[in-house]
T-cell receptor, first 113, second 114 residues
Framework: GQQLNQSPQSMFIQEGEDVSMNCTSS?????WLWYKQDPGEGPVLLIA?????ELTSNGRLTAQFGITRKDSFLNISASIPSDVGIYFC?????????????FGTGTRLQVTL | NAGVTQTPKFRVLKTGQSMTLLCAQD?????MYWYRQDPGMGLRLIHY???????AKGEVPDGYNVSRLKKQNFLLGLESAAPSQTSVYFC?????????????FGSGTRLTVV
């Protein structure tokens, strides 16, 4: 099955630093989603992007839907310890009510004090 | 507001044993999904259901069966467990009218097959 190329696979950063991660695909999507997964929990939606070129913020998080509809990035500014976790991008393609959600392979973020 | 609840949270099976994972949602969602998560692989869709009494195969359905007898419940069955089915299993749901808003996930079931 199709998977998205997500990079980097892991990051070790110091508290206060900014973080950037991205996803690329060979297919176009209607919607890009960014999820965060804490240890022992399921993914939780952080940001949803609905239009090519769209730039959306949610607190310290900023994400963009690429113009080609085949890529997206997520930035986290001024990281804090609770940002630790695995971040997944997901591309959603839908027609009518039928949909297919494809996940990236994840970026594991570690924040040191 | 419980959202999506998965039981059990952990399970160890011997090769060849069978078991059923239960997913329950209290949000009146029509669509429900079962994913498996393996290291470095992201989440992959096993089976899904677009409504009570209906199921369909995802991208990795072999070795699994599902049933959706009630709208709020989606069961994932392993008839004869294999070590390759060691994984973390996630259930998700969404309303049929909110396709663009993503899915709500449960907290997962960690299954080990020895």
């Amino acid at each position: 099955g199709q998977q998205l190329n997500q990079s980097p696979q892991s990051m070790f950063i110091q508290e206060g630093e900014d973080v950037s991660m991205n996803c690329t695909s060979s297919s176009i999507f209607n919607t890009w989603l960014w999820y965060k997964q804490d240890p022992g929990e399921g993914p939780v939606l952080l940001i949803a992007l609905y239009k090519a070129g769209e730039l959306t913020s949610n607190g310290r998080l900023t994400a963009q839907f690429g113009i080609t509809r085949k890529d997206s990035f997520l930035n986290i500014s001024a990281s804090i310890p609770s940002d630790v976790g695995i971040y997944f991008c997901a591309g959603l393609y839908y027609t009518g009510t039928a949909s297919k959600l494809t996940f990236g392979t994840g970026t594991r973020l570690q924040v040191t004090l | 507001n419980a959202g999506v609840t998965q039981t059990p949270k952990f399970r160890v099976l011997k090769t060849g044993q069978s078991m059923t994972l239960l997913c329950a949602q209290d949000m009146n969602h029509e669509y429900m999904y079962w994913y498996r998560q393996d290291p470095g692989m992201g989440l992959r869709l096993i089976h899904y259901s677009v409504g009570e009494g209906t199921t369909a195969k995802g991208e990795v359905p072999d070795g699994y069966n599902v049933s959706r007898l009630k709208k709020q419940n989606f069961l994932l069955g392993l008839e004869s467990a294999a070590p390759s089915q060691t994984s973390v299993y996630f259930c998700a749901s969404r309303k049929s009218t909110t396709v663009a808003y993503g899915y709500t996930f449960g907290s997962g079931t960690r299954l080990t097959v020895v």
